[in-house]
């Protein structure tokens, strides 16, 4: 009778130990096809985005100050050596410039043309301000006044990531006479020369970042009290006035108008430097997306 007892609780223990072992194997391959499923259904969903992607409403994410870039073009306007110490030079380069068009070659359809140094939003954007008309025949007129009734040779410095900039200024400058030899420069070269260089008393192009305030940039890089540029722009005094004065306002409102006054002197006033275009990141969105409301869309 024990040796039966013995015998029965072996076999239920190795009944229930093959019972176990199934459940395990069981598990087993039901994560593995699991685990294939999941991938398979992720390899064909990735090839179905990058199928209808292209289908899917493609929009810009505008028109938000901290997200714009901004395209320019500064002239040596600090140094009595530079044909651009005179102001009628510069604005001469301003009604060159065809602003829509040159716009659309830099951002194709992520980006706009804008009269500043800045993006509609911003608090230094004054949206009565004008764009420089464009007319090649003002251009050279403006060029004769200054003395330069046929044009002059300069130089257009650049860097690898901004030399469509200079291949686009070149060819308006070529428009009313003047002929802008361009050097691409190393990174290193071109911000060795930041701090007081002239750039061969030229033009140099560059790419900053918009800001929906922009005091301390323009502070930082376009000022006498900057890090950049000292000697390359020039720095009018009612303009750091304006500028200084949007630092040490004691209201918003007081601030955003000494920016706009600033900024309309920077650019339309003193043609110091040329806003080439404002480009914003690209965004794929679809109908089922909510809007979050944090920036506009616009579909192109």
Not at 40 to 69: C, E, H, R
Not at 108 to 120: E, H, K, L
Not at 166 to 175: D, G, I, N, P, T
Not at 268 to 278: E, G, T
Request: proline letters at 4%; one cysteine or more; charged letters at 25%.
């Amino acid at each position: 009778m024990e040796v039966q007892d013995k015998k029965e609780k072996a076999s239920e223990k190795y009944a229930k130990e093959r019972r176990e072992e199934k459940r395990r194997k069981f598990i087993k391959t039901l994560f593995s096809r699991k685990v294939v499923l999941i991938s398979t259904i992720g390899v064909v969903v990735f090839a179905l985005v990058a199928v209808l992607a292209p289908f899917l409403a493609p929009y810009t994410a505008q028109k938000s100050p901290d997200l714009a870039s901004i395209k320019y073009v500064m002239f040596c306007s600090g140094d009595e050596n530079s044909p651009f110490y005179d102001l009628k030079v510069r604005q001469a380069v301003m009604h060159a410039i065809d602003w829509e068009g040159v716009a659309l070659s830099l951002s194709g359809p992520y980006g706009s043309a804008v009269t500043q140094f800045g993006v509609p939003g911003a608090w230094n954007y004054d949206d009565s301000v004008p764009f420089y008309e464009y007319d090649i025949e003002q251009g050279k007129a403006l060029l004769a006044e200054a003395g330069y009734p046929n044009g002059f040779d300069t130089t257009i410095t650049t860097q690898e990531s901004t030399n469509n900039i200079a291949v686009l200024l070149q060819a308006a400058c070529a428009e009313i006479g003047i002929n802008a030899e361009i050097k691409t420069l190393t990174d290193a070269d071109f911000n060795a020369q930041k701090a007081e260089g002239v750039y061969d008393y030229g033009m140099i192009t560059g790419s900053g970042a918009s800001k929906l305030d922009f005091t301390n940039n323009y502070i930082r890089l376009y000022s006498s009290e900057g890090v950049n540029y000292q000697k390359m722009m020039a720095h009018p005094e009612d303009y750091e006035t304006a500028l200084f004065g949007a630092r040490e306002a004691e209201t918003l409102d007081e601030k955003k108008e000494l920016l706009k006054e600033a900024s309309k002197l920077l650019v339309y006033d003193y043609a110091l430097i040329i806003p080439m275009a404002a480009i914003f990141p690209g965004a794929y969105t679809h109908g089922e997306v909510m809007d979050s409301g944090l920036s506009q869309t616009v579909g192109v």
